[in-house]
């Protein structure tokens, strides 16, 4: 059964809340911009009938009942922030390859992974969450090591420091981005 206005509260709570994180880190046009896509008939009419009770995405669900999620396929396409959005194929190996992120998408990657977190969890989420998550899956991520690196960094952070520290570093991180592209 579709769970449309569910649905809609929960990516809109979601993007309501990785907007607030990408003010806060200093990239205000990327978290107005982020998610857009979930609103569209490919993403949103899927997620409203894999939806269940917020606390997963339904895109596992999806995954679950198919052995694929094709609004993820969807998403991942169309969203920089999605380290999955980052292969190429490669001459040298002749494989599919990660490439490494700008810092600008890691930093509204990790404010997305923060705000999933916040959501998904409600009153168990704690600023350890997202680097508790990020680490299980970890051994099995395809993703670039620079990449995994820098927002293994930050999630660390998090979880020591707290959203001050982490969040001004998020802006230190956009400042230095920001001077390098233009030299």
Not at 39 to 65: C, H, I, M, W
Not at 98 to 110: F, K, N, S, T, W
Not at 161 to 181: D, H, N, P
Request: a positive charge.
């Amino acid at each position: 059964m579709a769970h449309p206005f569910a649905h809609f509260r929960t990516i809109t709570a979601h993007r309501h809340l990785v907007m607030r994180h990408c003010r806060r880190a200093g990239i205000f046009w990327q978290g107005l911009c982020h998610d857009l896509s979930k609103y569209l008939p490919a993403e949103f009419l899927v997620g409203a009938r894999f939806y269940t009770d917020g606390s997963r995405s339904p895109n596992e669900n999806e995954r679950q009942k198919n052995g694929y999620s094709k609004a993820w396929l969807h998403h991942k396409g169309r969203n920089r922030h999605h380290f999955e959005y980052w292969t190429d194929y490669s001459p040298k190996t002749r494989r599919v390859e990660p490439l490494p992120m700008p810092d600008r998408y890691i930093v509204e990657m990790a404010c997305d992974r923060i705000a999933a977190s916040k959501i998904y969890m409600k009153d168990q989420y704690d600023d350890s969450a997202p680097l508790n998550y990020f680490l299980r899956g970890k051994a099995t991520r395809v993703i670039h090591p620079e990449t995994s690196d820098k927002l293994e960094t930050i999630l660390r952070l998090l979880a020591e420091e707290g959203e001050e520290v982490t969040f001004a570093y998020l802006r230190t991180m956009i400042a230095r981005s920001r001077r390098k592209s233009r030299k």
